[in-house]
C-alpha cells in the first residue's frame, strides 16, 4: 500500500533553515506529483507547492516563492522540503501528500512533521 | 488564486440528525472537457492528517461510509452527513485542485449538539 512517512519533529530559530523529508514507498516513486501543504496550530490548510519527482519540475505558491526549495532523491524515493529565513509564523505542521493520478485529488498523506520556530 | 468559503464555520447537530457544510468557490473549478467539477472534501481529526471523503464532487472514496454526500457543481457546493454518528466528530474541508495553487476551505467544525 502506499505510504509517505515524514521525517521528525524540528525546533529552528528565527532566521534558520529546515528541511523536513517525505519517504514514498508501495508505488512507482516517478510516476505520481508530491504536494506540500502545511497547518499552523489550530488553523486551516496551506499549500506551498508540487515537485514532479520524474523530471524534478516544481511549482511554488507566490507566498514561498524565494523561501522554499523541493528536491528529491530517486535512488532513495524521497523528497525534501526546505523553508528558509523561518519566522514565527511558519510553526505549523507541514505535511506531503500525493494523488493516485496526477490532476486528481490528494488521497495519500504523510504522517506530518512539526516544526517549530522559536527563539 | 481561487479563493475557497465555507458556510457555517461551525455546526452543532443532534446525532442521527442531518449536518450540511457547504462551499463556494470564487471561479468555476468544473472543466468542460471532461465535466467534472474538480472539488474534494476532506476530514480531519485531531493530531491527523486530512482524510479524503469526496472527490470529482461527487464520488465518495472507496470505504467510505455511504451517510456522506457531495454534491454540488462549477461554484457551489455541499457536503452532507445524513444521520451524524460520534465518530463524525471533526472539521471539514472542501479543496480544489482544478489549478494552482490548489486552495483549501477555511474549515467547518462539527460538533454533536
Known amino acids: 500500500q502506499v505510504q509517505l512517512v515524514q521525517s521528525g519533529a524540528e525546533v529552528k530559530k528565527p532566521g534558520a533553515s529546515v528541511k523536513v523529508s517525505c519517504k514514498a514507498s508501495g508505488y512507482t516513486f516517478t510516476n505520481s506529483y508530491i504536494h506540500w501543504v502545511r497547518q499552523a496550530p489550530g488553523l486551516g490548510l496551506e499549500w506551498l507547492g508540487i515537485?514532479?519527482?520524474?523530471?524534478?519540475?516544481?511549482s511554488y505558491a507566490q507566498m514561498f516563492q524565494g523561501r522554499v526549495t523541493m528536491t528529491r532523491d530517486t535512488s532513495t524515493s524521497t523528497v525534501y522540503m526546505e523553508l528558509s529565513s523561518l519566522r514565527s509564523d511558519d510553526t505549523a505542521v507541514y505535511y506531503c501528500a500525493k494523488p493516485t493520478r496526477n490532476g486528481g485529488p490528494l488521497d495519500s498523506w504523510g504522517q506530518g512533521t512539526l516544526v517549530t520556530v522559536s527563539s | 488564486d481561487i479563493v475557497m468559503t465555507q458556510s457555517p464555520d461551525s455546526l452543532a447537530v443532534s446525532l442521527g440528525e442531518r449536518a450540511t457544510i457547504n462551499c463556494k468557490s470564487s471561479q468555476s473549478v468544473l472543466y468542460s472537457s471532461n465535466n467534472k467539477s474538480y472539488l474534494a472534501w476532506y476530514q480531519q481529526k485531531p493530531g491527523q492528517p486530512p482524510k479524503l471523503l469526496i472527490y470529482?464532487?461527487?464520488t465518495r472514496e472507496s470505504g467510505v461510509p455511504d451517510r456522506f454526500t457531495g454534491s454540488g457543481s462549477g461554484t457551489d457546493f455541499t457536503l452532507t452527513i445524513s444521520s451524524l454518528q460520534a465518530a463524525d466528530v471533526a472539521v471539514y474541508y472542501c479543496h480544489q485542485y482544478y489549478s494552482t495553487p490548489y486552495t483549501f476551505g477555511q474549515g467547518t467544525r462539527l460538533e454533536i449538539k
Open positions: 470529482w464532487a461527487s
Open positions: 515537485i514532479n519527482p520524474s523530471g524534478s519540475s516544481t
